[in-house]
Every structure is written in structure tokens, then in C-alpha cells.
Nanobody
């Protein structure tokens, strides 16, 4: 099991930037794929970005491609989500998650461990 704690959320104006962090502990962090998901009020949780255990492969939802960047620092057991050019529709609770193995995934059911979430609010 991996314990995950997100941070870095907050209130930002449209066009601004935020950097989310996800600190992991427990099961060897550097050997698992990681992902970011988000859930807006009244909507289902949706995929945002994912990264493989080594960081060599990434995947993004079409809605954030070109604006968000996922990265990881295995020496610090941390995954990041750099969010630029934020839009009001990016407002949601953002969750990081870990897969049971080395590969990354875009479906939430492929992830076994989840953080508690951090709120991101983008004002227009």
C-alpha cells in the first residue's frame, strides 16, 4: 500500500498557474505508476494525467494537453502536476493515485491507492 498526500491547491484567477504535489510513502514509490484525477461538483471523477514509474512515459486528457505537465522525483517520493493557463472549468478536487505496478493507466479502476484530494478553484 502507498500512502499519498496532495498539496498545492488553492484559488487562482483564470490564466494563472498552480503546482500540485503528491507525497508518497509506504510501498516502494519509485516502482509504481502514478496519476492525477479530478472531480468537479456533480460530475464523475475524470482522468487528468499519468506517468510511468520511471517518468519516461506520460499521458494527458485532451482537455489539459498543452497546459498541464506531470512529472515525478523518485528521490523525493513526489509527483507533481504543473497547471498553466488555468480555466474556470478546471475547478475541481484533484486526487493523486498509485497503480499496483509499474505501468501507468488512464482509468480510475486501475489505481489501488488514492490521496485525500486538494481543492483547485479557478475564478473567471
Amino acid at each position: 500500500q502507498v500512502q499519498l498526500v496532495e498539496s498545492g491547491g488553492g484559488l487562482v484567477q483564470a490564466g494563472g498557474s498552480l503546482r500540485l504535489s503528491c507525497a508518497g510513502s509506504g510501498r516502494t514509490f519509485s516502482t509504481v505508476g502514478m496519476g492525477w484525477f479530478r472531480q468537479a461538483p456533480g460530475k464523475e471523477r475524470e482522468f487528468v494525467a499519468a506517468i510511468s514509474w520511471s517518468g519516461s512515459m506520460t499521458s494527458y486528457a485532451d482537455s489539459v494537453k498543452g497546459r498541464f505537465t506531470i512529472s515525478r522525483d523518485n528521490a523525493k517520493n513526489t509527483v507533481f502536476l504543473q497547471m498553466n493557463s488555468l480555466k474556470p472549468e478546471d475547478t475541481a478536487v484533484y486526487y493523486c493515485a498509485a497503480t499496483p505496478g509499474r505501468t501507468m493507466a488512464t482509468k480510475s479502476y486501475a489505481y489501488s491507492d488514492w490521496g485525500q484530494g486538494t481543492q483547485v478553484t479557478v475564478s473567471s
